[in-house]
């Protein structure tokens, strides 16, 4: 199957990220104009992180935690609006359709299509790093860019053997027909080239 002009190019923005001083740069990379349409996954941050501490002390289940961990990466894309308002919300197909249209610049809002979605296992193995790709697949996007702090190694198969990304992350790129691109912080400068397709 040709490749969708409209096919967008989905970036995911670690929650560490948020501690970056690379983080501004990111955002001005991303809400630059461009020729084809950016989605922004955020990580789930310090609000993850607070799921986590939560569920160790009142013991709540797997599922209630993977729901709420969705909710905390909805809080970083909101955050992320709030720092870069070029980045502009989506939260499903129809919104992201129209921001592809224009080949716009946006941050996704995943409680609508991820909240209640039966393909995502309700597990921390399964973060916003597996979500993204997941994302990706449901998208048919162009290219699938996860960006890590420091110097994570390029190769998906390395990082995940390597523990950088998530322990489902292997599984979700089986199957996936898009390039992923495994960046650090330091490696804006390389989208403009990811989006003209100089780079898989």
């Given at each position: 199957m040709p490749e969708s002009p409209l096919a967008p190019l989905v970036v995911k923005l670690g929650g560490s990220l948020l501690d970056s001083p690379r983080l501004a740069s990111w955002l001005e990379a991303l809400a630059r104009p461009a020729p084809r349409a950016r989605l922004v996954v955020a990580?789930?941050?310090?609000?993850?992180?607070a799921v986590r501490t939560g569920q160790k002390r009142w013991a709540f289940s797997d599922l209630a935690a993977h729901r709420m961990a969705i909710l905390a990466m909805q809080q970083t894309a909101l955050l992320l609006h709030d720092r870069e308002p070029r980045l502009e919300p989506v939260e499903d197909t129809a919104?992201?359709?129209?921001?592809?249209?224009?080949?716009?610049?946006?941050?996704?809002?995943?409680w609508r299509l991820a909240g209640y979605e039966p393909s995502l296992p309700a597990s921390w193995q399964v973060t916003s790093d597996s979500i993204a790709l997941w994302l990706a697949s449901f998208l048919e996007a162009r290219a699938a860019v996860i960006v890590k702090r420091g110097q994570p190694p390029r190769d998906?198969?390395?990082?995940?053997?390597?523990?950088?990304?998530?322990?489902?992350?292997?599984?979700?790129?089986?199957?996936?027909?898009?390039?992923?691109?495994?960046?650090?912080?330091?490696?804006?400068?390389?989208l403009s080239g990811?989006?003209?397709?100089d780079e898989g």
């Amino acid at each position: 199957m040709p490749e969708s002009p409209l096919a967008p190019l989905v970036v995911k923005l670690g929650g560490s990220l948020l501690d970056s001083p690379r983080l501004a740069s990111w955002l001005e990379a991303l809400a630059r104009p461009a020729p084809r349409a950016r989605l922004v996954v955020a990580g789930g941050g310090p609000f993850a992180d607070a799921v986590r501490t939560g569920q160790k002390r009142w013991a709540f289940s797997d599922l209630a935690a993977h729901r709420m961990a969705i909710l905390a990466m909805q809080q970083t894309a909101l955050l992320l609006h709030d720092r870069e308002p070029r980045l502009e919300p989506v939260e499903d197909t129809a919104g992201i359709e129209a921001l592809c249209r224009k080949c716009g610049a946006g941050v996704w809002l995943p409680w609508r299509l991820a909240g209640y979605e039966p393909s995502l296992p309700a597990s921390w193995q399964v973060t916003s790093d597996s979500i993204a790709l997941w994302l990706a697949s449901f998208l048919e996007a162009r290219a699938a860019v996860i960006v890590k702090r420091g110097q994570p190694p390029r190769d998906p198969r390395r990082a995940a053997a390597l523990g950088v990304v998530d322990g489902a992350f292997a599984a979700f790129l089986e199957g996936l027909s898009c390039p992923v691109h495994i960046l650090g912080e330091e490696e804006s400068g390389r989208l403009s080239g990811i989006l003209r397709g100089d780079e898989g």
